[in-house]
């Protein structure tokens, strides 16, 4: 089993900054792409940001030069630095790991929780 751990989400005024934290753990052969996702309130989840393993990053046009992705490989941690945040921002974000449990096992997209931003004054 692979399980996703997220933290660092709260609340924040617009203008602020947070940083997302997912740590994945388990039986972890290795990861693909690694990113997240956000649900606003009444929206379909979206993408915000994903990395692969190698490759260039991709993010929604929305958080372009305000968001930043990065991952730590060895600690299986993908990372989301939100900077400049608006009252926009505000939904539950999610990590999503694509990871291997075995040599011979194909990629599988694992989930986190869920981690609640709030942007307002």
């Known amino acids: 089993q692979v399980h996703l751990v997220e933290s660092g989400g709260g609340l924040v005024q617009p203008g602020g900054s947070l940083r997302l934290s997912c740590a994945a753990s388990g039986s972890i052969f290795s990861t693909g792409a690694m990113g997240w996702y956000r649900r606003a309130p009444g929206k379909e989840r979206e993408l915000v940001a994903t990395?692969?393993?190698?490759?260039?990053?991709n993010y929604a046009d929305s958080v372009k030069g305000r968001f930043t992705v990065s991952r730590d490989n060895a600690k299986n941690t993908v990372y989301l630095q939100m900077n400049s945040l608006k009252p926009e921002d505000t939904a539950v974000y999610y990590c999503?790991?694509?990871?291997?449990?075995?040599?011979?096992?194909?990629?599988?997209?694992?989930w986190g929780q869920g981690t609640q931003v709030t942007v307002s004054s």
């Open positions: 999503n790991v694509w990871a291997r449990q075995g040599v011979w096992e194909t990629l599988k997209a694992y």
């Open positions: 990395m692969p393993r190698s490759g260039s990053t």
